[in-house]
């Protein structure tokens, strides 16, 4: 391993964990893309990013770059390591998880949340060993509320996700007996 970013990465136990096609919540999810080894390379001959990941999507661009809710759910050759949301849309929260590789340990910044830089530098140690990494996405559907104020009613689309990914991490537990091994953080609200 890469003792550099050592800290940074998470060893994945061998273990009986799900592969996502025994998931018993599968269904809700589709494939929508994959992390893999970032090469491309320049006109010169030269890498064109200094990121070491990147997404590749398979889905729609306008649903790629939609900012709406998603429920995700990465696996590690198939076995479901972390479930995770967002409001922001997929390509917002893959670019949030790129920023993981601005980690002090990399002569950059330091200017990344934790999570973004274990999921980051723990996706990267899994690539480099040929490991393949997916994400399955749901869009969540559209919850809207009407509110006064000033007595004015106030359409507004409600933050859900934070529900959807805190319920389905504890049943993943529930089914399971553990969360996925990268899902550190979850709303308690939702328990």
């Given at each position: 391993?890469?003792?550099?970013?050592?800290?940074?990465?998470?060893?994945?136990?061998?273990?009986?964990?799900?592969?996502?096609?025994?998931?018993?919540?599968?269904?809700?999810?589709?494939?929508?893309?994959?992390?893999?080894?970032?090469?491309?390379?320049n006109d010169k001959g030269l890498k064109k990013r200094n990121t070491l990941i990147k997404f590749e999507s398979l889905i729609d661009n306008d649903d790629y770059t939609k900012?709406t809710e998603w429920l995700y759910i990465f696996t590690i050759n198939n076995k479901i390591v972390k479930i995770g949301g967002t409001r922001i849309g997929i390509k917002g929260?893959?670019?949030?998880?790129?920023?993981?590789?601005?980690?002090?340990?990399?002569?950059?910044?330091?200017?990344?949340?934790?999570?973004?830089?274990?999921?980051?530098?723990?996706?990267?140690?899994?690539?480099?060993?040929?490991?393949?990494?997916?994400?399955?996405?749901?869009?969540?559907?559209?919850?809207?509320?009407?509110?006064?104020?000033?007595?004015?009613?106030?359409?507004?689309?409600?933050?859900?996700?934070?529900?959807?990914?805190?319920?389905?991490?504890?049943?993943?537990?529930?089914?399971?007996?553990?969360?996925?091994?990268?899902?550190?953080?979850?709303?308690?609200?939702?328990?």
């Amino acid at each position: 391993m890469d003792t550099i970013v050592k800290k940074w990465v998470k060893i994945i136990p061998d273990d009986n964990s799900p592969i996502f096609s025994n998931y018993i919540r599968k269904d809700y999810f589709k494939l929508i893309g994959n992390i893999i080894l970032d090469t491309d390379i320049n006109d010169k001959g030269l890498k064109k990013r200094n990121t070491l990941i990147k997404f590749e999507s398979l889905i729609d661009n306008d649903d790629y770059t939609k900012k709406t809710e998603w429920l995700y759910i990465f696996t590690i050759n198939n076995k479901i390591v972390k479930i995770g949301g967002t409001r922001i849309g997929i390509k917002g929260r893959i670019a949030s998880y790129l920023c993981g590789h601005h980690i002090e340990e990399r002569g950059k910044s330091g200017d990344c949340s934790k999570t973004n830089g274990y999921i980051y530098n723990t996706f990267h140690y899994y690539l480099m060993k040929g490991f393949k990494i997916n994400m399955y996405g749901y869009e969540l559907p559209k919850t809207e509320i009407i509110i006064k104020i000033f007595d004015k009613d106030i359409n507004i689309i409600a933050q859900t996700y934070h529900a959807y990914e805190s319920t389905f991490i504890e049943d993943y537990k529930n089914n399971y007996g553990e969360y996925p091994y990268l899902c550190d953080n979850c709303d308690p609200n939702y328990k």
